[in-house]
């Protein structure tokens, strides 16, 4: 009987199993290895040119979006036809060193000279609204008692009043020319004011509020792709932005800064360093440009010290005199706190001031050693006949690519015809490429 019980619970099982009235074990694992929907995160660059609250051209460029785990690639993620990361009614926040200093809405995607770049309209950060004060009432002490009560009408007024209503009317009732007032019976049609009823039909002049007809909702990018993912969006159908026209070619006139683009609202994480005196970041800068010109052959020879006429020469050589340090063309240099209480990240890029074959650009990454001397961790120089094997670097921005509160130097690599945008980790003494955007398709 045991034997007879055991093999029918078994069967019970098995057949619960075949029909699905139990989870399988692949079903239960596979809902307990579901993960949620991860929170994407874009990094672009804004490009404009003329002042940067009015200018006269301008565009995004999509350069990395943050997936939750990888970068991928701004130009082509999720294209359907224009990258997800360009896509209209998607706004920018355009940071400074960390700092948000405006935003930018996309309005429209284009393509030029193989690049999707976004265009749209600058507009200012809201300003947040101060909570009204609450005003204090008035306080009216009378009667017996201290305690303080809210100011309401004296007995006396009120006693006058109640005789007054209470009184009959002189008035004569059946005067045809005095205007009456009528009560709403139970039954009757209705006021104009109280919603769900109809204004009566009997009275033609008795003026009807009639509510505006809602108008026909456009078809957005949601009910054309809903499985689409979404950055944070504008309110661009709420204002009206005049729109900047697009920005063509790179001219010389041309500003830059990171531009950021998050469904979740982050706290600000500002990357400027804070010397703690001026002295000390004017003696790195001064090393630095040193380090470049010598890596760029800009050194020049020190010049001896000419005698003056009428002076005896003697046998003891003149001391020589260092020659002026020839100026840096081009120079950019700054300085940032890539994580919290890190010590100072210096990036220099510069050229040696010459036009032609003879150009040659440098970059460098240092951070102080332990006697206040820069320690270069990078250093790339190139030539421009050599630009298409070792691109120039020009340095954008720092800013945090993967929401991990460090951040990542975000450089523009420039070939004689083509461009690309990578981003650099310093860790451990070292700087290390983690992200490059794919070559133009021509």
């Known amino acids: 009987m045991r034997g ?99 935003l930018f ?40 008692s201290d305690r303080p009560v809210l100011h309401r009408k004296h007995a006396a007024k009120k006693t ?84 900047t026209p697009g920005l063509k070619g790179l001219p010389d006139d041309m500003d830059q800064a990171v531009a950021v683009s998050d469904a979740a609202s982050r706290a600000e994480h500002l990357w400027k360093y804070h010397w703690p005196d001026a002295d000390s970041e004017e003696k790195l800068k001064t090393a630095l440009e040193d380090i470049a010109r010598d890596a760029m052959g800009m050194t020049p020879p020190p010049v001896k010290k000419p005698l003056k006429p009428g002076v005896k020469t003697t046998k003891t050589k003149q001391p020589a005199v260092p020659a002026e340090p020839p100026a840096l063309g081009d120079e950019n240099f700054k300085s940032f706190e890539l994580t919290y209480n890190s010590s100072a990240t210096l990036v220099l890029t510069a050229t040696n001031n010459l036009k032609g074959k003879d150009a040659k650009y440098i970059t460098l990454i240092a951070q102080p050693d332990l006697y206040g001397n820069p320690l270069v961790v990078f250093k790339q120089v190139t030539e421009l006949l050599h630009l298409d094997e070792q691109p120039r670097m020009r340095l954008i921005d720092a800013v945090d690519a993967m929401a991990d509160h460090r951040g990542e130097l975000l450089f523009e690599l420039r070939t004689s015809e083509e461009r690309q945008f990578a981003l650099y980790r310093v860790v451990r003494g070292r700087a290390e490429k983690i992200f490059t955007t794919a070559a133009p398709q021509n």
Request: glycine share 8%.
């Open 160 to 243: 006058e009043e109640s005789t007054t209503e209470s009184a009959p009317s002189k008035e004569p009732a059946d005067d045809p020319d005095r205007p009456k007032l009528h009560r709403k019976s139970d039954a009757g049609s209705g006021d104009a004011a109280t919603p769900g009823t109809q204004p009566s039909q009997t009275d033609g002049d008795r003026p009807v509020l009639h509510r505006p007809k809602p108008e026909a909702s456009k078809v957005n990018e949601e009910e054309i792709d809903p499985n689409r993912p979404r950055l944070r969006r504008g309110m661009m159908g709420e204002q009206k932005l005049e729109l």
């Open 4 to 102: 007879g019980s055991k093999t029918l619970t078994i069967a019970l099982i098995a057949v619960a199993l075949a029909g699905g009235a139990l989870p399988s074990y692949g079903q239960a694992k596979k809902k307990s290895e579901e993960k949620p929907a991860p929170t994407l995160r874009a990094i672009s660059v804004y490009e404009w040119t003329g002042p940067m609250d009015k200018p006269t051209a301008s565009r995004i460029v999509p350069v990395a979006v943050y997936d939750g785990e990888h970068l991928q690639d701004g130009s082509v993620y999720l294209s359907r036809p224009e990258p997800m990361a360009i896509a209209p009614q998607v706004e920018y926040e355009v940071q400074q060193s960390g700092h948000a200093v405006e």
């Open 105 to 144: 809405a996309i309005q429209n995607a284009v393509r030029v000279e193989g690049n999707w770049v976004g265009v749209g309209a600058p507009r200012p950060l809201p300003v947040e609204k101060k909570p009204r004060q609450k005003q204090i009432q008035k306080i009216d002490d009378f009667g017996e």
